[in-house]
Each structure stands twice: as C-alpha cells, then as structure tokens.
C-alpha cells in the first residue's frame, strides 16, 4: 500500500529541530507490519474444551456466548475442524455427572473414564492434534474442591497428590500428551514426573499452572462443570492475587520438580507475572486467558460496546507482549478463523 500522504513532509523545507520521527515507521501499513514486535499466530494457541456423557448433544454455556459443552461424537468433529484451521492442541475438561462424583474424586482415575475416553478417540480421529489433559479433582468431587478435605473442611496436600498421581497415569495410559496439574498442591509435578518416569511414560510432558491465582475469573468455567466449591474458596491452595515475588517460587520449584512448560493464570490481571515468569526461565511460559475474560469480551460485544474481533487480537497480543509463548484461550477458533489467509494482524 503506497498510502504516504504526498501534500505532506518531503515538500515543506520548515526548518526543525526533531531529530527523531517515531510517525515516519508508523505511515503505511506495510511498514507498521515491517516494525511490529509481537506477532500472534495460530500456533501459539491452545483450545480448552468441555466434554460430557451422551451423544449428539451439544450445549451452550450460558456465561460463555460460544462455547459448548460437548458430547464425545460432536467434541471429535470440532476438534477436526480446529485442527483443520492450524490449532494445534486441546485442553480437556470433563462434565461429570453428580452420581459419578464423591468425597475423593475417585471417579478421576477410573481407566474408562469420561476423560480417558475422549483422550483416547480424540488420538484415533486426529492423532496429530496435542491433547492435554487437566490434573485436579474439583470436576470429580462431591464439594467442588481440588483436593482431599479433612472433616474441619482443611484440603488434605499430600493424600491428595497421591490420588492426582493416579490420575495422571491413567490419562498417560489413555494417550494423553500433556499433562496439566492445575490444582496447586505442593509437589504434585515431582510426584507425577517420577511415577510417569517409573511407568515408562518418559515421553508424557508436564504443563505446570504453577502461578495459579485464587481468581474470581473462573467462575463461567464453573458453571460450565458445575463445580463450584460448595463451602469455602481455593484461597489456601491458590495463591493471593497481591503477590508477584511467590510467582516466581512456584515457578522455580515446579522447574525443579520436572515441569516442561511452567503457565501463570489468569492472563489478562496477571501480565506483569507472565514477564516476570518470561525473564525467570528458559522454559516456554504458557497463559490461560480464563473463562471470565472470555466472558467480558462477549458480554461487552453483545452490548455493541466494543468492536469484538479488534479487542480479541488487542488482548491476546498483549499476552504475548508480557511474554507468553503458549495461550489457552476459549477464543482459538475464533481466532484460527481471523488469522486464515492473513499473514499478520494489525489491529
Ligand atoms: C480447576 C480449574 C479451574 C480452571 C481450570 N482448572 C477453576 C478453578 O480453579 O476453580 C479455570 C479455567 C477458566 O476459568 O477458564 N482445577
């Protein structure tokens, strides 16, 4: 595009004392996609997905516009087509039926399980799609929590580490590719390296949420599981959204005990821990642009309130920028769909 304006600048001989013009790289297009520092592709995107029991259904969340929950035929055609327009990976997340769950989440580790399942179709139907799969027993348990709970309702570490240790097994004997311990009990990366390790599954990867924050942002995703903590919240296992420095203990201790790719979510409150964490490590940083961030997007577009499509790129870029090299995000289809055919994005 030769868009220079021609009544402008090379005519007028005004003496000046600007030496520099940071305008002069931003006047055409072409230049500005020249300049552009930060670049989100498709590749950098991971879809979570929600899948439930039954056939051909498939089942608006009502505070995620756009996102479903799935039966296992339906989720196996999505992920086709998303794997179709150049995503490259997906994070489960099962709905499991009330009668299915208790106290300790034992339905987590059952080998035909919802999710073991879906793991193992999904490698039959598009075997060269990432499959990750979610570590943490809140969709499994009776009380919505992500641990073991005493009878004072204290979240047990260790007997629950031990369950989410048998849960990572099974999910590695179903064919998972990655597995994602996102219920922050300390030591349950060492745990589940060495018992993948001791079971021959060298090749299983660890995505670590090891800067998870106790956020009010996850609620749409609650609804979607029905699994909202019954008594209390996740504040003694998540951590305090005030604190940046304990971020980067996590991270450490979760490199130390083995993880492959370290995430800190939410994403969009949470930019300065993603270039901290980013500054910190070697290993790729991941960012979960979680379900109410998804959600005010759509409600403030469904209002007319913003241009939908510009604020998705805007926002994710912007997780780029702080230093993601990884995003989960419910908008990767949506963005697949933009990005086809374009070679770079100027919002
Ligand atoms: C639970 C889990 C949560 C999310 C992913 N795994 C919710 C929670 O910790 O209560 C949230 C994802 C989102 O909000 O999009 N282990």
Known sequence: MSSENPSSNHTAPTATTLIHR?????RTATLRRMVQET????????YPMFVMEGEEQKMEISSMPGCYRYTLDLLLEEIAEVWRLGVGGVALFPVIPEVKKDDVGSESYNPEGLVQRTVKAIKEAVPGILVITDIALDPFTTHGHDGIVDENGVILNDPT?????????????????MVAPSDMMDGRVGAIRKALDSEGYIDVRILAYSAKYASAYYGPFRDALDSAPKFGDKKTYQ??????????KEVALDI???ADIVMVKPALAYLDIIRQVKDYTQLPVAAYNVSGEYAMIKAAAQMGWIDEKRVILET???MKRAGADLILTYFAKEVA????NRRAFLF
């Open 22 to 26: 940071p305008r002069r790289l931003r």
């Open 39 to 46: 670049t989100l592709t498709v590749d950098d995107l991971i």
């Open 161 to 177: 580490v031990e369950v989410l240790v048998k849960m990572a097994l099974s999910q590695a004997a179903a064919g998972s590719d």
């Open 239 to 248: 951590m305090d959204g005030a604190n940046a420095r304990e971020a980067i």
């Open 256 to 258: 130390a005990e083995g």
């Open 316 to 318: 994710l870029t912007s």
């Open 337 to 340: 769909l933009i990005l086809v």
